[in-house]
């Protein structure tokens, strides 16, 4: 019991340091252009893992493992990059609750690649993901109506995004979660063949040294030393990267999947509140309602999720073992 609360209060801290990261992030973006930005942040990141690369016996990197560290970090860095540049322009509410999408496409994804059905959970969240969606990318102001709560209002998205209730930075933030996904996807198979520790070693690596070759052909880089851009640099590579991610390799293990579902959940809620808390960045009405039917979409797509394998991995244990008193 007291291995299983650690386990959670370690889980909950990790999510904790993750939406701290937008706040973080749009911060540390008035002093340096976002792809050189990104590019830094993993190469501060790369050398802080170092200690840990071979911190079991296993010799080398191995020329499967280098394959699969740099596709996982190219997915890895369209995510960080969507989601560094949407910062850019948009909000970190908005930026936390849009980039979550990635866990409503991981199922679809995993069925395209691994042919692992999806559920009829995973449809019904992805129709309350579009329900509060259409809340985000409305243009107008003011209080909800009864009559604008309705779910048809997702037949007015494409009207509501060409008034401009789709900003520029919205859209990254979008294809960063969609890389997000692909990243999820991904890292859940390499780890089965490959060692953690050198696919998180790899996959940083490939961040920061692709980052800094592509920023001076994809932007006007710039960079301001400051004491809050090393402080940035500093939380994000040590605390959002290496901790982060340690924590969450160590002791999910350790807790049901549908307990650390709830915590990672929280990822946004926290963004928000620390975007509110540092920069004084709020939600409007719309938004709010939008964030919350995202969030039940996603709870109940990946619930679903957890709740059919469970069920599916103990109708196989009781088959098992009816076999085995067949048998004997």
Known sequence: MKQERR??????????????????????????SPVLFTGVR????????????????????TLVELGWGVLVGFVMLIGYLGQTVGLKYTTVARSGFLSYFFALLVPFLQFLFFRQKPGWGNFIGLLFVLWGFSFIVDPASGSLTL????????F????????????????????GAV???????????????????????????????????????????????SWRLLGAFL?????????????????????????AVLMYSMEPVFAAVFGWFLLGSGMSVREAAGAALIMGGILVSDVWGIMHNYRKKRKQRKSGGQHDSAVC
């Open 147 to 154: 009559r604008e709560i309705s779910p048809l209002r997702v």
């Open 42 to 61: 993993f190469l501060i990141a790369t050398l802080a893992s170092l200690p840990f690369l071979f911190r079991k016996k296993g010799g080398r990197i």
């Open 156 to 175: 007015y998205m494409a009207e509501n995004i060409s008034s401009g209730g789709l900003n520029k930075g919205d859209v990254y933030t979008l294809i």
């Open 235 to 259: 939380y994000l590579s040590v605390l959002g990267s290496v901790v982060a991610l340690g924590l969450m390799n160590l002791y999910q293990q350790f807790i049901h999947p549908l307990r």
């Open 179 to 225: 890389g997000y996904a692909f990243y999820i996807v991904l890292i859940d198979y390499t780890n089965r063949i490959c060692r953690s520790e050198v696919i998180i070693f790899l996959q940083m690596a490939f961040c920061g040294a692709a980052g800094l070759l592509i920023a001076p052909f994809s932007e006007d880089i710039f960079i301001v030393p």
């Open 7 to 32: 386990a959670e209060i370690s889980l909950l801290f990790a999510t904790l340091i993750w939406g701290a990261t937008f706040s973080v992030t749009q911060s540390g973006l008035a002093d340096a």
